[in-house]
């Protein structure tokens, strides 16, 4: 068991509760499965197929968008059987929240990982789409050989990017619910669930 350094004796009496099911830590109790763990591996497998299947000129540059990206780029990468490089790119905009905010950059795509390279973008999900299109747009100003964006899920709703820009492969679609697991946190936690969830 790891080394709990905060021990009864030095625990701060905060005078909260820690059992609250509305607590981020509890939400499993007020949560359903919407999408299997064995549907996630089926789709991931499918997903990595068809990377495969691409008849890429040079090696693959991939990139893993962060945080959300992380479970899906390492499910996928151990399947993929072409040669490739893996980097990341760090943009945000939901924080801990469950609406999207404006987008902030962290970790900017480097000249050298695209210019003349096969690019893959690669994210949990695709909601509104935000996300993806400024990464997509940001990339493809440092004149990539090819640029293909691949994700985890798409949800359904309305809401898409009006220029009809959209991922070239995507696993699964969800329904318009907020969702966690499979590198998707609920106020940042839960991304570690090889399901997808959504509360009841
Ligand atoms: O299509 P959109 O509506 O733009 O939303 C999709 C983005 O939202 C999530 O990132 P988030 O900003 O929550 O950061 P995270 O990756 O750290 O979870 C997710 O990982 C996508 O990158
Ligand atoms: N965790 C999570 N992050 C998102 N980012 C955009 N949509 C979602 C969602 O449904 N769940």
Known sequence: MA?????????????????????PENILEK???????????????????????????APLHVFCIMNGGLYFAGQLLRLLTIP????????TRY???????????????????IHNHHVMLLDDIFDEGITL????KECQALKPRSLQCTVLVDKEHTRKPLSGFSPDFAGLTVPDRYIFGCGMDF????RNLPAIYALK
């Open 84 to 91: 490739v490089s893996v980097s990341y790119i760090h943009a």
């Open 133 to 136: 299109e400024a990464i997509a």
């Open 31 to 57: 949560a359903e499965i919407i999408v299997s763990e064995q549907m996630v591996d089926e789709a991931i497998n499918k997903l990595a197929q068809q990377i495969n299947a691409q008849d890429y000129s």
């Open 187 to 190: 106020k940042g936690l839960w």
């Open 95 to 113: 924080g801990d929240k469950t609406q999207g905010q404006e987008l902030q950059w962290l970790v900017k795509p480097k000249a050298d990982e």
């Open 3 to 23: 080394k709990d350094n905060n021990t009864e004796s030095t625990q701060i009496d905060t005078g909260k509760d820690t059992h609250p099911t509305s607590y």
